[in-house]
């Protein structure tokens, strides 16, 4: 059985830092062919939406422009895990953060659509308070 857990969240101060991870267990990132992991949220009031992806093998990522410059994507492939660094925090970026594992490679804008990750997890919440 795969299962995806989120960790890392919490309450921070607006300019703060928070590194959330997501980890796999049933299922190894890109053991059979390159997965592609992303990051999406969800607000109070609001539709999910993508955040930030990337693919296992060429470590390539993807981020939504609200985010760029802020926030990064990494791996610990030994670990079976992948982060989410977010910097520079704002009361906009509160949200569920959930993980999402593809089984194939993101391209082009295909990241962004929830219906290409096959597996989920239940998400941890992220507060910023001004």
């Known amino acids: 059985q795969v299962k995806l857990v989120e960790s890392g969240g919490g309450s921070v101060q607006a300019g703060g830092s928070l590194r959330l991870s997501c980890t796999a267990s049933g299922y190894t990132f890109g053991r059979v062919s390159e997965d592609c992991i992303g990051w999406f949220r969800q607000a109070p009031g609001k539709e999910r939406e993508a955040v930030a992806a990337l693919n296992t093998d060429s470590g390539r990522t993807f981020y939504a422009a609200s985010v760029q410059g802020r926030f990064t994507m990494s791996q610990d492939k030994a670990k079976n895990t992948v982060y989410l660094e977010m910097d520079n925090l704002s009361p906009e970026d509160s949200a569920l953060y959930f993980c999402?594992?593809?089984?194939?490679?993101?391209?082009?804008?295909?990241?962004?659509?929830?219906?290409?990750?096959?597996?989920w997890g239940q998400g941890t919440q992220v507060t910023v308070s001004a």
């Open positions: 999402g594992a593809a089984q194939a490679y993101c391209l082009g804008t295909v990241w962004v659509r929830q219906s290409w990750y096959s597996f």
